[in-house]
């Protein structure tokens, strides 16, 4: 009987020598005496995916968006430069749970932020490694609208201010108003298409690629843009994002507006994200109502032309 009793005392041993093993770093104490904590201009956000908690770590100076999960975030929490690594690594097995990172995991995390640059080891912030930082950003910039020969950006405006003009009346486009005027807009139209089908649809081959028909597309297509863009960031700005950059993209050398709305990545809310992804679409269904109604009324010429494009 005394056999099994000592196996299985010798299994449990080994058991602990294994977790020991996977918790534990030889390369913690490279790390164990820092104190880093998160930098000034990052925020952080709960976030909710599938059922799943994430946290989104918002990047403020460079418009950038990191996303970690529950564990990390535990981690991230604790550093507030005051507590060195050891001092985290004690919190964390305090209540050793589940999900708790192992050393290596949290030296990889470690990196991560660090490379990121949202995390630093000093109190007082490195005003010099912030402006080569700016100076950094600013050349990734450039590389990125400028050396993409299929897709070159050229900023114009800092909308924002404009934005928050239109949005002097928030509970038209937070509350059900919007919604309200969209549904009384677009339903009738949804009705008349099917009675006006054959007459919409006539020589439809034809005129799609006569010349006429094409320098119209031309002229309307970067408006209608201009307005799909402004739908996302009025809905963007809405919400209590930010937009700063609007201007003209020329995808395969055709102009086409374009905003940064990359802001909405940080809303808390699933509904005020997919809202503001589907804010384009939204608009573009407003507007070709509104012209299906002004073909319906006008008499056949360039008016009327412009309204079926």
Same mark, same amino acid.
């Given at each position: 009987? !005394?056999?099994?009793?000592?196996?299985?005392?010798?299994?449990?041993?080994?058991?602990?020598?294994?977790?020991?093993?996977?918790?534990?770093?030889?390369?913690?104490?490279?790390?164990?005496?820092?104190?880093?904590?998160?930098?000034?201009?990052?925020?952080?956000?709960?976030?909710?995916?599938?059922?799943?908690v994430w946290y989104v770590v918002e990047d403020r100076l460079a418009g950038k968006y990191h996303r970690f999960n529950p564990a990390s975030h535990r981690v991230i929490s604790l550093m507030n430069?005051? +507590?060195?690594?050891d001092g985290v690594w004690q919190r964390l097995t305090g209540d050793l749970a589940d999900d708790t990172p192992s050393q290596d995991e949290i030296i990889s995390l470690l990196g991560q932020l660090?490379?990121?640059?949202?995390?630093?080891?000093?109190?007082?912030?490195?005003?010099?490694?912030?402006?080569?930082?700016?100076?950094?950003?600013?050349?990734?910039?450039?590389?990125?609208?400028?050396?993409?020969?299929?897709?070159?950006?050229?900023?114009? /405006?800092?909308? !924002?201010?404009? #934005?928050? +003009? @239109?949005?002097?009346?928030?509970? @038209?486009? +937070?509350?059900?108003?919007?919604?309200?005027?969209?549904?009384?807009?677009?339903?009738?139209?949804?009705?008349?298409?099917?009675?006006?089908?054959? !007459?919409?649809? +006539?020589?439809?081959?034809?005129?799609?690629?006569?010349?006429?028909?094409?320098? #119209?597309?031309?002229?309307?297509?970067?408006?209608?843009?201009?307005?799909?863009?402004?739908?996302?960031?009025?809905?963007?700005?809405s919400r209590g994002g930010e937009v700063h950059d609007m201007g003209i993209m020329l995808l395969v050398l055709f102009p086409v507006p374009y905003v940064d709305a990359s802001s909405s990545s940080? /809303?808390?809310?699933?509904?005020?994200?997919?809202?503001?992804?589907?804010?384009?679409?939204?608009?573009?269904? /407003?507007?070709?109502?509104?012209?299906?109604?002004?073909?319906?009324?006008?008499?056949?010429?360039?008016?009327?032309? #412009?309204? @079926?494009?």
């Amino acid at each position: 009987m !005394d056999a099994p009793v000592c196996r299985l005392d010798t299994i449990d041993l080994l058991e602990m020598d294994a977790v020991t093993e996977a918790l534990f770093s030889s390369n913690w104490y490279r790390v164990a005496g820092v104190k880093p904590r998160l930098k000034g201009h990052v925020r952080i956000h709960r976030h909710v995916y599938r059922d799943q908690v994430w946290y989104v770590v918002e990047d403020r100076l460079a418009g950038k968006y990191h996303r970690f999960n529950p564990a990390s975030h535990r981690v991230i929490s604790l550093m507030n430069g005051q +507590r060195d690594m050891d001092g985290v690594w004690q919190r964390l097995t305090g209540d050793l749970a589940d999900d708790t990172p192992s050393q290596d995991e949290i030296i990889s995390l470690l990196g991560q932020l660090y490379g990121a640059d949202l995390i630093q080891f000093d109190v007082s912030p490195d005003v010099a490694e912030l402006f080569e930082r700016r100076k950094k950003f600013k050349r990734q910039q450039w590389i990125s609208r400028y050396l993409n020969p299929m897709s070159l950006r050229f900023p114009l /405006f800092d909308p !924002d201010a404009l #934005l928050t +003009r @239109l949005n002097r009346w928030p509970h @038209l486009f +937070r509350g059900g108003w919007a919604a309200v005027i969209w549904l009384l807009t677009l339903l009738p139209a949804v009705v008349l298409v099917p009675m006006h089908w054959a !007459d919409l649809t +006539r020589n439809f081959s034809e005129q799609l690629l006569s010349l006429d028909n094409l320098l #119209l597309m031309a002229v309307i297509f970067p408006v209608l843009k201009a307005l799909h863009e402004f739908g996302h960031g009025l809905v963007t700005k809405s919400r209590g994002g930010e937009v700063h950059d609007m201007g003209i993209m020329l995808l395969v050398l055709f102009p086409v507006p374009y905003v940064d709305a990359s802001s909405s990545s940080a /809303f808390a809310k699933k509904t005020d994200r997919m809202l503001v992804g589907a804010a384009g679409m939204l608009v573009e269904l /407003f507007v070709a109502a509104w012209a299906l109604y002004a073909w319906l009324l006008l008499e056949p010429g360039l008016t009327r032309s #412009l309204a @079926l494009t």
